[in-house]
């Protein structure tokens, strides 16, 4: 009794490992145990294609028809859902074609999906994709028959231009006849003049016969002896010129440039040609009826509003409580325009840091004969060697404050200001700092109070980053 | 002739309802349900299997010489898993099975008959029909379709083999084709379906050995009977099976 037991428990075992190894094996094939993503496509006929048929991916079967949704009405498509292997997702783009295709000559539909293009994007799951029906072989012949109409047609054109053309060359050949004949009549017209002349009649029989014209005549030859003659020499002249001109082969490389210069302008005219077409595509009307120019203006001022706004909301960011104290500490706002009242009364103008540096007028700059000032050699030198007193430069601000005592306030504030902007285009130029890194202010006359100087005549440079630190 | 036709059917299945009612209510003879199990099971395991691998070998050797002249011996161990799985498979073990299991049952229960070995088991108050019959039909009812597996594998291992022979084709690349084209619709009702085979077999079997009363030549003609009726009993089910089968499953009837 063991035994049969024992008997019939492997039996059992073994039938059960093999249904579970069937299922395992069909479920695989069928792709039950992947991740599957959905994709519909439609067609207008389905081509004998039926639920379960596969669904191939550059070759590889990647799932298969899940359900085929009859249309409703004529017109309407049959709607295919296909199940694919997740594992090729990436290859099904959103400008993938859907085909039927006959495995061999007898074989099963299946359907393969084409690979879509590199710049289109990955379809979703669940998307449709297009489908491309089947060409079948009568609309193949159909299409035979009409390149055969037209080839006929053309030929019949043919035939009908090579008839004009005959009747053309008829009347060619008649007019040419009639010319030969008018040919004829005016070489007997000039045969009489010439006999004519011949007898002296006439002008020409004249200087002929007449003894006093023919002395003038032949003065007038002995004339154009000379400046035949002359000519002869000229002509010697140029032909030693144009023996030049060939043993340098200069005609050759001026043909040659002729020629070059001929194909650049072909090529100019072809590049002028696309791009007056690029242009004229480029500045076209858009499918809103309005040209590149109008929308070119209207972009410029969206640009201008929303910059606008930008630095509202910027300059509204300075002054809220969470960033004022940055501002606040850092002694300025904004390097590109410094309000001289507003720093005269911040913590960089006050405190007068160590990393000032004070260079006088005389040490930077020379007048000029209609007054106005130029930095001199020696300036530069000496504006190297202030740079040379900071630690770092780069990255951090400087500001150029200018000084200038002079009887009234404007011409202060004025030649103070020109003094600031020559020194900061000397750094800008010399040490390559960027403008948004450089500030000037014009102060006049008037040093920070605790700076020991009552009035200072020149430039001072104060970086903010050596003072941060 | 017709009346007594029509008889016999009704008493037949008179006979199956009786033995589907009388297994599920007690008492329930596990020992005896048990050995029959191994008898039908274990006792038909090689003669299953051997048929199973000869059919596959030579089912290969006529489809090879047949697709070799569209170029399409690529198909041929689909074609062979089809065969095997749909109809062959389990159609062969139904029919080997009627003729061995379904012999062997007639002529038993028939030879108890006649010996009063049944009248004997009755006078100790043990139901005889529950201990023989019900017993032989649960067996068969679930071991035709264990053995109709085993006849599948075989199949495909014969036809793999002879396949292999020829061609020199890799068991993965065989088998990978083998079940391409099979959906679990090939799969799971034709081997569900040799449970009805497994049925008819035993009741058919069961019904001419136990009601018989002619003495040895009962045991005679219950053995014929049971083989030559059940095999043509499963070849017409097999018909209104098959029908079924493509009725819950119309994609495998395309």
Known sequence: MKNQNLLLGILTTGALALFAAGLFLIGNQHKAFTHHVVFYTNFQNVEGLAKGAQVTVDGMIVGEVESIQVPSGPGQKFRLKMNVDDRLHGLIRGDSLVTVETEGLVGDKFLVIHDGSEHASEAPAGSTLQSQEQLEMSKLLEQAQGIMKQTSTAIDEVQGNLNDLRAHLDVTLDTATSTIRNVNGVVNNVNGVVTDVRSGKGTVGMLLEDKATAADVRQSVANVRQTTATLNGSSTRIDSLLAEVQSRQLLGKMDDTLSNTKSATQNLNQISQQVNTTLKSAFGEDQYGEDAGTNLEQSLTNINQATGNMADDTEALKHNFLFKGFFKHRGYDDLDDLPVEQYRAGEIFRNVPESRQWIPASSLFSTNADGSEVLTTQGRHSIDAAIGQFKEIYGQPLIIEGYDPSDSESVELIRSRRRAVLVQTYLQLHYHLLPKNTAIVALGSTPPTNAGKSTFDGVSLVSIGERNK | ?254
């Open chain 2, 1 to 254: 002739m017709v009346k007594s036709a029509l008889e016999s059917i009704g008493r037949v299945t008179s006979f199956g309802t009786r033995a589907l009612r009388d297994a599920w209510t007690p008492p329930f003879e596990w020992q005896y349900l048990l050995w029959q199990l191994c008898e039908v099971g274990v006792g038909s395991f090689l003669l299953v299997v051997a048929a199973g691998f000869a059919l596959g070998v030579v089912m290969t050797l006529h489809t090879r010489s047949t697709l070799v002249q569209f170029g399409a011996t690529a198909d041929i161990p689909s074609f062979q898993s089809l065969a095997f799985f749909n109809e062959i498979g389990p159609l062969v073990t139904g029919l080997l099975m009627a003729g061995r299991v379904g012999a062997s049952i007639g002529a038993q229960l028939a030879n108890m008959r006649a010996t009063e070995q049944i009248d004997a088991i009755e006078t100790l108050s043990v139901n005889s029909f529950k201990l023989l019959v019900v017993t032989r039909v649960i067996a068969c009812t679930v071991m035709l379709p264990v053995l109709t597996i085993f006849m599948d594998a075989s199949g495909i291992l014969g036809g793999f083999i002879s396949e292999h022979l020829v061609s020199h084709l890799s068991w993965t690349l065989y088998l990978h084709r083998a079940f391409e084209n099979l959906a679990l619709a090939n799969f799971i009702p034709p081997t569900l379906k040799t449970a009805v085979f497994g049925y008819l077999i035993a009741i058919i079997s069961c019904f001419y050995g136990y009601t018989t009363n002619e003495g040895s030549n009962g045991v005679r003609k219950a053995a014929t009977s049971s083989v030559v009726v059940s095999s043509l009993v499963i070849i017409l089910a097999d018909v209104i099976l098959v029908k079924c089968i493509f009725f819950l499953f119309p994609d495998q009837a395309l």
